[in-house]
């Protein structure tokens, strides 16, 4: 199967970066289109803390506002899961979705977005967004006054618990029966140091009233009495598109951009959680705009671009400007 339309620019991903960089592109005039698989990371998430002008927005909510205001403005949104993508030059990249929809476009923004590795503990998932989170930077402010345990080990929980510090005093890790993993003497020097105890049981189960935490039951008998929950948690790439491409990837998984938001592959672009940086909604909807005006930039024909100056240049044009 074969398709004659070729889009200007195909967004894989409908989270704040994809819709706000399909809203862009498609200010700029050109033909978007945007693929969705319709299962966002954070959709259990009781609401989106510090996105300017929507204090405490459900996710479902921004993403449909945003949805609406895309095509309005004439992008197109296809409900789909994209299966395969091949580079078959520097102005044509082919998608294959689920069904075999086959897609055709210029430039490529992947906005994949990542998945979360969730531990094992019953009961976590019915308070999650509501007392339990995995993001001090978005929930923290939440904290303050509040006895908190972070579920972790290693590196991850030694710095969310010591993020959480700028709220709470009240912090137990809870390596949730892992070893604690504090292999560099700095962890144990600072948990010490701000009487915050690392405790390796295992969790038998949650309990709460409602949606609210009220404390974590241990194998070892003891209970500990909570208000808030945070864990640290691995991730992954929501989907290997990226490594189709071959993109150059950092340790961590995430996609590797220049301040254009051009990834190493030649008109590939990414944005959002995919790419290193800050795992907030209102950074990746600053993503996502910062790569549409990268990506018109690059869509725009040389006869209707002035030519970069050197430094010279553009220090002497700045005197005669002056």
């Known amino acids: 199967m074969t398709s004659n339309v070729v889009h200007d620019v195909a967004i894989v991903g409908g989270g704040p970066a994809g819709l706000s960089a399909s809203i ?54 296809i409900d789909a899961h994209v299966e395969r993508v091949v580079k078959h030059g520097d102005d044509d990249f082919a998608l294959e979705l689920l069904d075999g929809t086959p897609l055709r ?3 490529l923004l992947l906005a994949i977005g990542l998945r979360d590795v969730w531990p094992r503990v019953p009961g976590l998932r019915e308070v999650y967004g509501a007392s339990a989170h995995v993001c001090p ?16 080990k290693g590196r991850k929980a030694v710095g969310m618990a010591l993020n959480l510090t700028t709220w709470t005093t009240d912090i137990i890790i809870c390596t949730n029966g892992e ?43 003891m209970e500990l009495d909570a208000d808030k929950i945070f864990f640290a948690i691995g991730q992954y790439p929501h989907d290997d598109l990226g490594a189709q491409l071959d993109c150059e990837r950092d340790a961590g998984g995430h996609i590797i951009v220049d301040d254009a938001y051009h990834t190493s592959v030649m008109n590939c672009f990414a944005a959002g959680d995919i790419v290193p940086g800050p795992q907030l909604a209102i950074a990746a ?32 044009r700045r005197k005669q400007d002056a």
């Open 137 to 152: 930077d978005c929930d923290g402010h939440e904290t303050q006054g509040k006895k908190v345990v972070v579920i972790g």
């Open 179 to 221: 070893p604690a993993g504090l292999d560099l003497p700095e962890y144990c020097d600072k948990l010490d140091a701000l009487n915050i105890p690392v405790l390796e049981s295992r969790i038998s189960c949650i309990t709460s009233r409602g949606d609210e935490v009220q404390a974590l039951e241990l194998e070892n008998g």
């Open 105 to 107: 476009a210029r430039r």
């Open 285 to 316: 909807a600053g993503d996502g705009a910062i790569a549409a005006l990268a990506i018109h930039k690059s869509l725009v024909p040389e006869g209707r671009k002035l030519a970069k100056l050197d430094g010279d240049e553009w220090r002497g």
């Open 24 to 77: 862009w592109l498609a200010r700029y005039l050109h033909d978007v289109v945007l693929i969705d698989s319709g299962d966002p990371r954070n959709w259990e998430t009781r609401g989106i803390n510090g996105f300017l002008g929507h204090p405490g927005i459900r996710p479902a909510e921004l993403r449909g506002m945003g949805r609406d205001e895309a095509r309005e403005t004439g992008a197109t949104l």
